[in-house]
């Protein structure tokens, strides 16, 4: 009964900012990890931002400084804010989840982000 959606993605201009949204189910934040990724065409998925048990984060390199994992509990929701976007961020974003003890992953469908000027 997993079930994750995005949204939140847009076109935008570079130093811009979006904030994505994964509306969660089925999923206890406090216990579980959950994660963004993205994917640029040819390219592998990579990650950029997780959050652990709801607690500790940890980021991409090249994200470092401009995003922010954080989860509502209350609205079982979980959030990639994005600021001072550049060109190479463009990608689709996927909102991830690895339930505790479990080697499956949960993928939402996926948000597109654009960054052009």
């Known amino acids: 009964q997993v079930q994750l959606v995005e949204s939140g993605g847009g076109s935008v201009q570079p130093g811009g900012s979006l904030r994505l949204s994964c509306a969660a189910s089925?999923?206890?934040?406090?216990?579980?990890?959950m994660g963004w990724y993205r994917q640029a065409p040819g390219k592998q998925r990579e990650l950029v931002a997780a959050?652990?048990?709801?607690?500790?984060?940890m980021y991409a390199d090249s994200v470092k400084g401009r995003c922010t994992i954080s989860t509502d509990n209350a609205k079982d929701t979980v959030y990639l804010q994005m600021n001072n976007l550049k060109p190479e961020d463009t990608a689709v974003y996927y909102c991830?989840?690895?339930?505790?003890?479990?080697?499956?992953?949960?993928w939402g469908q996926g948000t597109q982000v654009t960054v052009s000027s």
């Open positions: 991830q989840c690895r339930r505790l003890l479990s080697t499956r992953d949960y």
């Open positions: 959050i652990i048990g709801g607690g500790s984060t």
């Open positions: 089925g999923i206890i934040f406090s216990i579980d990890t």
